[in-house]
């Protein structure tokens, strides 16, 4: 009866790792993968502004926002951060754009990138960005209305 029971309790320890975790993860207000908690890869978010490119940042230079690590290249980035973090750390926490704007989430690469009107946004590759890139003030306007109904779920 125990060989039962251990069985039983493998069995459905089994069934529970095929279950989708989506459906009972609350969506967190940054993306950081599912292996650690780093913001945007690692790379440095005020770095796409200054450098307008992608730099990866530094375990040196880090601090904590809305629940992830943000990571910076500087000191200097670091403080800038830290006196603004909403004018660097991108939109939709770091998830894809284009995905936000159909309503579910998908991760962001972060180099797949833009800056529009002195926000940054990622998209979950180049294909996807270009999709975006057709009609960026819609997909941004739909986005807006989605993010709040999705950080609810």
Known sequence: MA???AFAAA?????LLMVPTQSFAKTEPVYTGTFNNIAVSGYDP???FLSGRPVKGSSS????YKG????FA???NLAKFKANPAAYAPQYG???AWAISQGYTASGDPTVWKIVNGKLYLNYNREVGERWG???????RSANINWPKILAK
């Not at 230079?61 to 904590?64: E, G, L, N, P, V």
């Not at 057709?134 to 941004?140: F, L, S």
Request: hydrophobic share 40%.
């Open 61 to 64: 230079y880090k601090t904590m």
């Open 11 to 15: 069995l459905f320890g089994c069934a």
């Open 3 to 5: 060989k039962y029971h």
């Open 94 to 96: 770091g998830y894809c």
């Open 68 to 71: 992830a690590e943000f990571r």
């Open 46 to 48: 005020v770095a796409y």
């Open 74 to 76: 500087s000191a200097a």
């Open 134 to 140: 057709k009609d960026i003030p819609g997909h941004i």
